[in-house]
Structures are given as C-alpha cells and as structure tokens.
C-alpha cells in the first residue's frame, strides 16, 4: 500500500489522516513518495514546495519547515509506522540482521512523546497490532525483520544499525556541549547507515535562526527540483483546527518569535555571535592548562551555580603585553555539593596567588559566604553576560586572547547568539536548550584583564600629564 492510501483506508488510518484537516499533509506525503497528485493536491504541494510541476518520481529526503502545532509529531509517527510496517526489506537484509526505522529527537521526554503516538498507531490497528513481536519504552521489533527505535540526537546512536528510514525530529534544536554543529554531523553519520536499504531521510522542525543543516537544506533546495524536497509551511496551513487566537497572542507577546514559531519563518533578528574561524583562531591547539609562573599576577571570574541545574565555573587568566591568556577552566556539572565545588576552586585559586576571584552578581549570598570561607573575596561582576561577550568580540577578532583547546569552552562560544530586540537593543546569550556557564567565566576573566590594563593605561598617561604640568601626585 502507498502512504495515501495509508491515510485514508477506513481500514487502516483514515478515521484519523483522512479529513479535509490533513489534505495538505496527503499532498505532500504523496507527492515525496512520487504518486499521481489531484488538482487539489497540487495546488497544496505547489503552494508548499515552492515547486510549479507536479512530482514525476519518489524523493530520496524530506525536510519540512513546519510552524509547531503544524502536526509534525503526529506525521513523524505515521512516516515511522508505513516505513517500517508497509515495506519488505528482507530480500537486502543478511541473515540475523534487522531494518531499523530510527527517530531521532533532541532529548529523552521529546523522543518519549513521539514514540507514544508511533505506539498508539500500533495499539489502534488489529492488524498491526498482530505484526509487534516485542515492544519496550523506546523500541517495537515487527514480525517482518523491522524495528522502530527512537534515540536522543547523538552521532554515537547511529553506530551499527542498518537504517531503513531515519526521521530527525525538530533538529533545528538540537544541542551538543561537544560540538557547534551536532545537526550536520549526526546526519553525516546516519547517512552511511542508509546506504544498504537506499533509506529516507525526513527531517522536520520549526525553523530558528539562519543556520545550521535545516537552513542549510532550505537555502540550497527549495522551490528546486531534484530527490531532496523541501516544504515549508505556517501552523494553521497543515493543521487548520489551531485556533486563530492562539497565533494571534503569540504575535502580540514576541513578534519575531512567533514569526518563526507559527509562520515557518527562519529568525533574521538571531545572527551569530562569532564565527568558528575566529575562535580557531585564538585557541592554543594541545594546551589544555598553564601552570602558575612565579611573579605573573592573575585574574579569576566564576559562575556559581546550586547544583541542580547548570554548570558551576571557574577561569583564570593572565596578561602577556596586549594579549590575555586563558591559563585555566573548570567545569562541574550537576549534581554536586557547591561547599565542595568551592572548597575545590578555592584550592585552585590559591595555586596561582589569587585571594579575589570576580563572579556573577544574581547567584546570592551563598557563594560568597563560602569562598570567604576559604580565605578568597568574591567581588561582583559590574557587567551582566551579555556585555562580557560583548567586550570578548573584539579581542577574538582581533586576535588578542589565547584561548584553551577544551572543546566546551569553544562549543559553548560558537554557539552565542546575538539577538535585536524589537526596541533594537542587541543581547547576546546561548541558544535555546544551550548553556554558556563555561565561556561566561572565561569571557570573564579575559574581559577583566582587557579592563585593568585599560585602566591602569589610563592612570599612566594622567601620572604623566601632571608631572609635566609641575603637579605632585
């Protein structure tokens, strides 16, 4: 059976994919796997697509930029069951080896919400029902040497399977502390898996800012013809029962966050913060961490955290002419003791003479306390986040920082955002889902640097003008 007919056989799924609600979706479904479109239907795949002629042969990937609420979780699911239950691979499959339709998803709850809907497909339909041999939490064995499993976004996940079709779900944010770019390369290790099978890849998401592989398909293949099709499409086009309302408030609260949210639109107020060839440049490669050298001072800045949530971080830097050098970073994860972490960074701190270390003003008391505790004065930061990355930006491009080669110091700095509210003031934080804990203290401690050699010029040239002048000081 083709997916249209999936969708609408009273049999099958037509109760639920059938009605006038999801003709944009029959259309386009159908027009991916190259079938004979209506009239109707290719009005839709026209006005989806970009593309003026009808589909004359099935396409090997689907990218749909689809505003949320648009139905996306509930196709995925579809797309999961009619590849792995409609289709016979057993004639390309080696003795013992299984075909796995793979679902990625950014983390565990998203992934758990997409496999409900693939299971109550399942549970839903006698005659698929009979076809599950085994099913657990995040997988279904069929009778007909299929799998479907579903993975957290990680390009280990993809190691060994032989993969019939993959479905990346909402990959416009997935987010990595190893890499900056974890989208191009999940998909760069899933595609190997593909080949023995001739596999789909179908990536759906709402889109965000004007990068990474979802904006990168859309910019190079939509409205062209080819076997990569890319659709894009507002909420209410692909689900019509979405209230108005709810659309509309969301446009009153942030404009460009619902332009993208519920319109499909990719983000031009998110631009990147700093380019990866400007960060390669600045960073030391193999040096991991400088030892203390006697007689150098040093400059340390941390973010605090309680433990439960984000990151607890330390730097420390040092001056050499011009130039400031990252000399150390320190990164404990949650859950921990922040007494402990402290006591820790605190040994640390003594290491390299320091009695002051310079941190985030909104953690409270606590940190303070202890680090008074250790014998270290906690002083708070005259500048929020966004103006340490702010200070950074210009002593990365112009080459004035050495930094450490630690992977999450340079994936946390590539991924910072640089974002222009609707009054035009411009902020510049992590991504949504992303951190910044780490490239906060190092921004931090080298932003400090910059500004006590900035000052301490300052009072230079006054000491000089005034001695010129006669004037004792």
Known sequence: MNIHSVMTDPALFGEQFGGDSFSAWRALLAGFYGLPLSDDEL????????????????HDELWLVVGRRGGKTQNAALLAVYEAAFKDYSDRLSPGEVATVMLLAADRKQARSVFRYISGLFESNPMLARMVVREDKESIELSNRTAIEVHTASFRATRGYTVACCIADELAFWRSEDSANPDFEILNAIRPAMATLDGKLIALSSPYSRR?????????????????????????????????????QAMQRDLASARAEYMAEFRTDVETFVSQEAVDACTHPDRLELPPIAGQQYFAFTDPSGGSKDSFTLAIAHRENEVGILDAVRATKPPFSPESVINDYAALLKQYRISEVTGDRYAGEF??????????????????????YRDLLPLLNSGRVELL???????ELTNLERRTARSGKDSISHPQGGHDDLINAAAGALVSLQDSGTTAAILIRKHKLQHRRGMTV
């Open 43 to 58: 009005s839709h795949w026209q006005a989806l697509t970009g593309r003026q002629s009808a589909p004359d042969s099935a």
């Open 212 to 248: 990474g592989a979802l904006w990168d398909a859309y910019k190079r293949h939509y409205g062209k013809t080819g076997p990569i099709l890319v659709a894009q499409a507002p909420s209410r086009t692909m689900n019509p029962t979405l209230p108005q309302r709810v659309v509309d």
């Open 367 to 388: 940190p303070r306390e202890l680090f008074r505790k250790q014998g270290i004065q906690y002083k708070l930061s005259a500048k929020p986040a966004s103006d340490l």
């Open 405 to 411: 080669d630690n992977p999450q110091l340079k994936t």
